[in-house]
């Protein structure tokens, strides 16, 4: 401890040395594992998880509860990868870009491969957050502060053009999937008047369609009914090369891709310091970046490591980004982060400007667990992935009804409801509809996920310029900037679209 302290004086030091006690070493080993476990069940979400361990921490010193929590946080992050390469169902938001690529080397017998550069660039892009987050996390917290409702909201728009744009598909089916899923997004109380809108008598509704109940829908009875109709195990190459050469292989891919490793990593840093934005949004503007400026973006969704770098990057990297202004403004730059909010006010920690004067030490120790926790996920996940990628090998009649399982109890464990059950199911349907039919779900995914800040933005925007549309559009420089993103998304897409006819 007194070496620390001569090392780090004041309470960058005695934080460090706060994390060192066993107690809290043994928190962030527990914590990690915890985390990666409930993670990587479909629907089961990081916020989810810290929702259902916060009462557990209660009891405990606060410097183990809190610490416990962050760490299985970073776990469920980076596991919500695991099922989205396997199975093609994201475990988390964030995870939804990862089964663009990541299932397609699944089913070419390379699901190890796809997993150790998951767990690589998880765990690098978190510890790379972590120092982001430790040594400007008040220089990030002022930028992000100068998002307000305008800016939230020509974000999301931006976020809607840029999936035909990342995915390559049709311009009008991926704004018409987006529309959907904004229109989903508006059941439940408006935010304004509070007044109830398209719930159907059903008094659950007043708080909206849960986004958790959609995604499981969406992605897990879709796939699972596509692949009972396949009939067939989930890896379609019979090669079953030794798993320990495709985990160095993976190790190999990141270390010789440095540039599209930390073009994902600083996106997911910046985007999760922004209040509300996260990782799910952090994943399709990383992609879209990495398959802008590849030598070869045909490639992508079809396999391209490149694609599950930016994206699992850009997922993790966003842990240390979305608690710059969690911390520093009181202000969560995420669900899972409004979650630890609330498990910070439990034990006493009040997040908000002066958070590092009142309780440096607890912050400097939370922070340092969030730089251990990411070596651990590298550890834990380079050591599992030999075997998570036998998974891939099971034949489907016994994969189909075990996630099945899975997804009803992560339906109906949301909020104990039985309606979320059937609107799983009905979303289900909705996801084998936009399949056939060729639209883009992730379209309709990332329209539900943006739709409620995007509603909130636009209303507040619009009152605070007085329904004057110039002043609106132009209300700060980021605002433009992000006018003009995106035109340029609408007009490569459009663009791209005419050349393939």
Request: aromatic content about 10%; some cysteine.
């Amino acid at each position: 401890m007194t070496a620390v302290l001569l090392l780090f004086p004041g309470a960058l030091g005695t934080g460090l040395g706060l994390l060192l006690q066993p107690p809290v070493i043994a928190a962030i080993f527990i914590g990690v594992a915890i985390g990666i476990i409930f993670g990587a069940i479909p629907g089961f979400s990081a916020t989810m998880t810290l929702i259902l361990f916060t009462p557990v921490t209660i009891p405990f010193d606060p410097s183990v509860a809190l610490v416990f929590l962050v760490s299985a946080y970073g776990g469920a992050v980076y596991a919500g990868s695991i099922p989205a390469i396997l199975i093609n169902t994201p475990g988390a938001p964030g995870s939804v870009v990862t089964c663009w690529d990541g299932y397609e080397l699944t089913k070419s017998g390379r699901a190890t491969y796809a997993l150790a550069v998951s767990a690589v660039v998880s765990g690098l892009a978190g510890i790379i957050a972590a120092v982001a987050l430790l040594a400007t996390g008040p220089i990030l917290a002022d930028f992000a502060l100068g998002f307000g409702p305008v800016e939230l909201f020509l974000l999301a728009i931006f976020a809607l053009t840029i999936i035909p744009a990342a995915k390559g598909q049709s311009l009008l089916k991926g704004l018409l999937g987006g529309t959907f899923g904004l229109l989903v997004a508006t059941v439940g109380s408006d935010p304004q008047l509070a007044q109830p809108r398209a719930i159907f008598d059903q008094p659950l509704l007043r708080s909206g369609i849960d986004f958790v109940v959609v995604l499981i829908g969406l992605f897990v009875f879709a796939e699972m009914i596509f692949l009972a109709a396949r009939g067939e195990i989930l890896t379609t190459d019979t090669d079953r090369s030794d798993d320990r050469a495709q985990v160095f292989e993976g190790i190999r891919a990141v270390i010789a891709r440095p540039v599209e490793f930390l073009r994902g990593t600083f996106i997911g840093i910046f985007i999760g310091s922004l209040p509300g934005a996260g990782a799910d949004v952090a994943n399709f503007v990383a992609y879209n970046e990495a398959k802008r400026w590849a030598s070869n973006p045909a490639e992508f969704g079809k396999g391209a490591i490149e694609g599950i770098i930016a994206a699992d990057s850009s997922n993790n990297a966003t842990q240390g980004g979305a608690l710059i202004p969690t911390l520093t403004v009181g202000i969560p730059g995420s669900g899972s982060t409004a979650a630890l909010l609330s498990a910070f006010a439990i034990h006493g920690l009040n997040p908000g400007p002066g958070l590092f004067q009142r309780s440096g030490v607890l912050v400097y120790a939370l922070i340092f667990s969030l730089f251990l926790g990411n070596i651990l996920i590298l550890v834990y996940g380079l050591s599992g992935a030999q075997y998570f990628g036998k998974i891939s090998r099971i034949p489907i009649r016994y994969i189909i009804p075990t996630v099945i399982v899975l997804a009803i109890v992560g339906a109906f464990a949301v909020r104990n409801s039985y309606l979320d059950i059937f609107i799983m199911l009905l979303f289900g349907l909705v996801g084998i509809i936009l399949v056939i039919s060729d639209y883009p779900m992730v379209s309709v995914v990332i329209g539900v996920i943006v739709g409620g800040f995007a509603e909130e933005g636009f209303v507040q925007g619009w009152t605070i310029n007085q329904g004057d549309a110039v002043q609106f559009l132009a209300a700060s420089n980021i605002s433009i900037i992000l006018l003009i993103l995106i035109v340029l998304s609408l007009v490569i897409t459009a663009v791209r679209n005419r050349q393939s006819e």
